[in-house]
């Protein structure tokens, strides 16, 4: 009969740690969130930049033909009547 005691005792302390085990673990799993997968909030939609200005159109580069001067070697314009480095007339 005591045997039987023993046994009974030692089920009802291993219920009981079973129990208790589940108790809190229950309480660890709601404090974590484990127990209900919670996907995290979508992040909010990023914010549209504002619309940058437009790029500011580089002039157009004009290439114009040019001579070399023979006084002084200066390069200038066809266009240009004379040297502007020592006023020599264009040949
Ligand atoms: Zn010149």
């Known amino acids: ?14 219920y009981g740690v079973y129990r208790t085990f589940r108790h809190w673990k ?9 127990d209900l997968p919670q996907r995290p909030p979508p992040p909010p939609p990023a914010p549209v930049p504002p ?7 580089r002039k157009p580069v004009v290439i114009e033909d040019t001579v070399q001067c023979a006084g002084c070697g200066a390069y200038i314009p066809t266009t240009a009547e004379k040297c502007g480095q020592c006023g020599r007339p264009r040949p």
Do not use: V
């Open 1 to 14: 009969m005591g045997f039987l005691l023993k046994i009974a005792l030692f089920g009802l302390a291993l």
């Open 26 to 34: 229950g309480l660890f799993d709601r404090f974590t969130g484990s």
């Open 51 to 57: 619309e940058a200005p437009p790029a500011p159109l």
